[in-house]
């Protein structure tokens, strides 16, 4: 059994992936801000843990991953306000990087998007900006520890039912349809992977199943 941390563990992808993790008879912590959201949690067969990321300190993370086998960033700010976009999706995931270092959490897996990086394209000017160039800094810092780490960059996300197969390295096209649940799946899959450290995994709904697509290509 591993014991694995969900960072943002009320998001719809985290609930999956909790419910996922549950059933294979691992021991998940889901941390969450809203002590409301704790029910929605247990549900899943997680443990609820109250901690709100964007003002916590690097050792008050510590504390709460400490023990752990891993640790899953999948916690956003949800857009609209950039002030809080930069505050969780970059300072609060960069943090969490610092404190998976320091509680000796050495595997870590960021839930990114497909297109992320310094090369996003997205202008200054559109609303989106503030979090591709947040997340553009998370997923960099993250490539520059020494963790092992793993970023997913699933496509659009969709609350389509999961098909279990996928599309690696997709086109940047706009056309990466990707279920949560499917997203929820490749997320439990690289933790079971340790070969997936040190990768970014790009992906959308596709024809693989998982367990194939994962592999890496000679």
């Known amino acids: 059994m591993t014991r694995i941390a969900i960072i943002g563990g009320h998001g719809k992808v985290a609930?999956?992936?909790?419910?996922?993790?549950?059933?294979?008879?691992?021991?998940?912590?889901s941390i969450i801000r809203n002590p409301d959201h704790a029910a929605d949690v247990a549900a899943t067969g997680a443990m609820p843990a109250v901690l709100d990321v964007e003002n916590s300190t690097t050792a008050e993370i510590?504390?709460?991953?400490s023990g752990h086998d891993a640790v899953v960033w999948s916690a956003g700010a949800g857009g609209g306000n950039p002030t809080r976009t930069y505050a969780v999706d970059r300072d609060a995931a960069i943090r969490s990087m610092?404190?998976?270092?320091?509680?000796?959490?050495?595997?870590?897996?960021?839930?990114?998007?497909?297109?992320a990086g310094p090369d996003h394209g997205v202008p200054g000017d559109n609303s989106f900006f503030a979090y591709a160039d947040a997340k553009a800094a998370a997923d960099e810092y993250l490539r520059g520890t020494q963790?092992?780490?793993?970023?997913?960059?699933?496509?659009s996300l969709t609350d389509q039912p999961a098909t279990g197969l996928i599309e690696v390295n997709p086109p940047r096209d706009g056309n990466g349809a990707t279920s949560r649940s499917n997203t929820a799946s490749v997320a439990a899959a690289?933790?079971?992977?340790?070969?997936?450290?040190?990768?970014?995994?790009?992906?959308?709904?596709?024809?693989?199943?998982?367990?194939?697509?994962?592999?890496?290509?000679?």
């Open 15 to 29: 609930l999956h992936l909790s419910t996922l993790l549950a059933t294979e008879g691992h021991s998940v912590t």
């Open 62 to 65: 510590a504390e709460a991953i």
């Open 147 to 155: 963790l092992a780490w793993t970023i997913l960059g699933p496509g």
């Open 98 to 115: 610092d404190a998976a270092a320091e509680a000796r959490v050495g595997r870590y897996v960021m839930v990114s998007y497909l297109g």
């Open 190 to 218: 690289v933790l079971d992977l340790p070969e997936t450290a040190g990768r970014t995994i790009e992906f959308r709904d596709g024809t693989l199943p998982i367990a194939a697509a994962l592999e890496p290509k000679p």
